[in-house]
């Protein structure tokens, strides 16, 4: 579940060359499930049509108080300052901003920001002395102390040709920050989960390694479903794997089984519940070649040992709060097997999957299985993976009696 999904987000768009982002905002926005409208300031229109904006928001945009032919329309500031369940200022520049910590209004969007029921969140975007300049810094804290939400501007190239910060978010940051601030009132809100997704490598010579097909599709989606419900999240990921994006996730790269292991041990005893996704290479070389092993007509034979396992050491070691979840991927009719992996490994869950579904699985987009409990196996129909992610949670929430909506 999207956080953004079904939230009325109100965009102040204002005198800034950054305004030109603003219809792709609109646009993830509304992807996003948001229903949005955009009031633009009378330079912000300089910068940006109102009616691309009024297109891809499918809502009328307001500039003025008074506007249509012969002053037929009034723009009703209260009504839209009531209406929003979040406002979003990108780009604000200087002048708005001003005028909000001082509490003055030339324009529609800042009598809309003085009426507003909702929180405000602004996205600072000028060149980089102005942003600096004491005044400014100063209106920004004068926000922050009256509850709003200021995000630092962003570090880059400017307009006026400048290095340095003054540039607006990029606007795939600033839907995770919209998303991450209603995720903050999510069911799992002050919880703390692990998640460890992924494949590791053990190398064998300086250059070639034992790995796997892991995408760690599961564990990333796994690690996103979680933060937008409110969790802060500690995401262990293998080599290769994409890292999960979202404000409340912390990733840690991870390249071995051993590496994997100190990880855990170091993180699992501050979190409330840890699934375990990674596709962990059950075996290690003994020895590693020195540099690169050359081809010389004869076989190379390698020594394996175990790996240390880190579902195994957690569920060992869980306190009473915690939960563990575990992923099993066995043969065609192997159920049993998952049932016995959880009970030995000290699982409170465990999902099993079976080898062989087409489109599913390891690497692959889709996975489908049995999820496995105290109260027995439920079967899982086969989905996309993100979808899958989506449920578990909703099913932990459930089963752990997380859920703390009001």
């Known amino acids: 579940m999207n956080p953004i999904q079904g939230k009325r987000i109100l965009l102040g768009v204002t005198g800034s060359i950054a305004a030109y982002k603003t219809p792709h905002l609109v646009r993830l926005l509304k992807k996003n499930g948001a229903e949005v409208r955009v009031a633009l300031t009378r330079a912000g229109a300089d910068f940006v049509s109102p009616l691309t904006l009024s297109t891809l928001s499918e809502h009328p945009v307001a500039v003025e108080f008074v506007e249509g032919v012969a002053g037929s329309l009034w723009n009703n500031h209260v009504e839209w300052g009531g209406w929003a369940d979040l406002i979003l200022v990108a780009p604000a520049s200087a002048n708005t901003l001003a005028q909000a910590a001082q509490g003055a209004c030339s324009s529609f969007l800042s009598a809309v920001v003085l009426s507003a029921k909702c929180p405000v969140v602004w996205a600072p975007a000028m060149d980089l002395d102005m942003y600096r300049y004491p005044a400014v810094q100063n209106n920004l804290t004068c926000l922050a102390a009256f509850g709003h939400v200021v995000i630092p501007a962003a570090t880059g190239s400017l307009a006026s040709g400048l290095e340095g910060p003054g540039r607006m978010p990029e606007p795939e940051e600033l839907v995770q920050h919209v998303a991450h601030f209603f995720a903050q009132k999510g069911p799992a809100r002050g919880k703390k989960v692990l998640i460890t997704l992924g494949p590791t490598h053990e190398s064998w010579d300086s250059v070639r390694y034992l790995g796997n097909r892991s995408s760690g599709k599961m564990g990333r989606a796994l690690a996103e479903a979680w933060a937008y419900r409110g969790a802060e999240v500690i995401a262990l990921v293998g080599p290769g794997a994409e890292e999960p994006s979202f404000p409340s996730i912390r990733t840690i790269r991870i390249q071995t089984a051993e590496d994997l292991f100190q990880a855990v041990r170091a993180h699992f005893p501050q979190v409330d519940a840890a699934f375990f996704s990674a596709a962990v290479a059950d075996y290690r070389p003994a020895r590693l070649f020195e540099g690169k092993h050359k081809k010389n007509g004869e076989s190379v034979s390698l020594d394996l040992v175990e790996n240390p396992d880190s579902l195994a050491w957690a569920g060992a070691n869980k306190k009473p709060h915690q939960r563990v979840v575990g992923f099993a991927l066995e043969e065609v009719g192997a159920l049993e097997r998952g049932k016995e992996k959880m009970e030995r490994k000290g699982c409170d869950a465990l999902f099993f999957n079976e080898l ?35 449920w578990m949670v909703e099913r932990a929430l459930f089963d752990w009696k997380w859920n703390q909506q009001d």
Not at 360 to 372: D, H, R, V
């Open 356 to 390: 062989g579904h087409k489109n599913a699985g390891m690497g692959a987009a889709e996975n489908g299985g049995f999820w496995l409990d105290g109260t027995g196996a439920t079967p899982v129909e086969q989905r996309p993976k993100e979808a899958l992610a989506q």
